[in-house]
């Protein structure tokens, strides 16, 4: 139930926005406590807001899912910023992030949340965009969640032909020394990075 100081549509934006992927409407009405009468108006009300603005995003009605997404007029200026951040090099927070996928997939996004402790979906779509991870289907849990593998590619950027030849994990005192070293330097080595965060383990 959602607490009564909260704005209703709000939370309902708020809450699709951070879905990120589509998300099922059963899904926003156990969470809210709502009718799916009052669901139903809300999200109308707030497609109709973004359509008569002519906003750059739209929220997508999908049968039984919602989901935000930019207009497809957009697209190619999104795609031109989006080749210019695949070119980047990967922070560190991305690289703790595939290090994790790459020692105990097939993962979920709340496993490696849980590990970090903090919100990891950006990052995990950072890397599902540089093709260095990939969803590699759904637990058979509630809500179903997608689950994460590395690719092929990112065997191909670390030089190595299977997964089994991904260095062991180094102690925690090890570690914490390729950590502060990585910290001293603008952009630190990928290997290093891969193996810092021991005592997470995963």
Same mark, same amino acid.
């Given at each position: 139930?959602?607490? @009564?100081?909260?704005?209703? *549509? &709000?939370?309902?934006? /708020?809450?699709?926005?951070?879905? &990120?992927?589509?998300? @099922?409407?059963?899904?926003?009405? +156990?969470? =809210?406590?709502?009718?799916?009468?009052?669901?139903?108006?809300?999200?109308?009300?707030? *497609?109709?807001?973004?359509?008569?603005? %002519?906003?750059? #995003?739209?929220?997508?009605?999908?049968?039984?899912?919602?989901?935000?997404?930019?207009?497809? *007029?957009?697209? %190619?200026?999104?795609? !031109?910023? =989006?080749?210019?951040?695949?070119?980047?090099? =990967?922070?560190?927070?991305?690289?703790?992030?595939?290090?994790?996928?790459?020692?105990?997939?097939?993962?979920?996004?709340?496993? #490696?949340?849980?590990?970090?402790? #903090?919100?990891?979906? &950006?990052?995990? !779509?950072?890397?599902?965009?540089?093709?260095?991870? +990939? +969803?590699?289907?759904?637990?058979?849990?509630?809500?179903?969640?997608?689950?994460?593998?590395?690719?092929?590619?990112?065997?191909?950027?670390?030089?190595?032909?299977?997964? /089994? +030849?991904?260095?062991?994990?180094?102690?925690?005192?090890?570690?914490?020394?390729?950590? @502060?070293?990585?910290?001293?330097? %603008?952009?630190?080595?990928?290997?290093?990075?891969?193996?810092?965060?021991?005592? %997470?383990?995963?």
């Amino acid at each position: 139930m959602i607490d @009564e100081t909260i704005n209703f *549509k &709000g939370a309902v934006e /708020a809450i699709v926005f951070a879905s &990120g992927e589509p998300i @099922e409407r059963l899904r926003l009405i +156990e969470a =809210l406590g709502c009718t799916p009468e009052r669901l139903d108006s809300v999200l109308n009300e707030i *497609k109709n807001e973004y359509d008569d603005r %002519e906003s750059a #995003v739209q929220l997508l009605l999908l049968g039984s899912k919602v989901q935000f997404a930019t207009r497809s *007029k957009y697209a %190619e200026a999104i795609r !031109n910023v =989006l080749d210019l951040k695949r070119n980047q090099p =990967l922070s560190p927070a991305a690289f703790e992030v595939l290090a994790i996928i790459a020692y105990n997939q097939p993962v979920t996004r709340a496993f #490696v949340e849980q590990i970090r402790g #903090v919100d990891c979906g &950006g990052v995990i !779509n950072t890397l599902c965009q540089r093709n260095l991870v +990939e +969803e590699c289907g759904r637990l058979d849990l509630p809500g179903r969640p997608l689950i994460y593998c590395t690719t092929a590619e990112f065997l191909r950027c670390f030089c190595m032909s299977t997964l /089994a +030849e991904l260095p062991d994990i180094p102690d925690s005192k090890t570690a914490a020394q390729v950590l @502060e070293n990585i910290q001293t330097k %603008e952009t630190g080595e990928i290997e290093g990075q891969l193996s810092i965060f021991e005592e %997470e383990k995963i």
